[in-house]
Nanobody
Framework: QVQLVESGGGLVQSGGSLRLSCVAS????????LGWYRQAPGNERELVAA???????SYADSGKGRFTISRDNAKNTVYLQMNSLKPEDTAVYYC?????????????WGQGTQVTVSS
């Protein structure tokens, strides 16, 4: 059974840092596009950052220069380093693993981890 388990969330003061981790029990983990999404109360889920199988990264404007996504294929883990956190970063953060091809259509989500930034 596929599982994505996030950790590292918590309460932090404005300007602080957190590092989120997501361990995935997925075969061929290295072939997946990995992403971090977040959802604040009353808002839709939005993409924060993504990293391809080749290591190319992309970021939403809200996190550019502050967030860094990385992956360790040997550990089936994706990370999100978040620095200079702001109260508006408060949300539930979700890990996503996606692999879509002619023969594959896999899209998996973690259960989410709460990040709260106090002002």
């Amino acid at each position: 059974q596929v599982q994505l388990v996030e950790s590292g969330g918590g309460l932090v003061q404005s300007g602080g840092s957190l590092r989120l981790s997501c361990v995935a029990s997925i075969n061929s983990f290295s072939m997946y596009i990995l992403g971090w999404y977040r959802q604040a109360p009353g808002n839709e889920r939005e993409l924060v950052a993504a990293i391809t199988s080749s290591g190319t990264t992309s970021y939403a404007d809200s996190g550019k220069g502050r967030f860094t996504i990385s992956r360790d294929n040997a550990k089936n883990t994706v990370y999100l380093q978040m620095n200079s956190l702001k109260p508006e970063d408060t949300a539930v953060y979700y890990c996503n693993a996606k692999r879509i091809s002619i023969v594959t259509n896999n899209n998996y989500w973690g259960q989410g981890t709460q990040v709260t930034v106090s002002s």
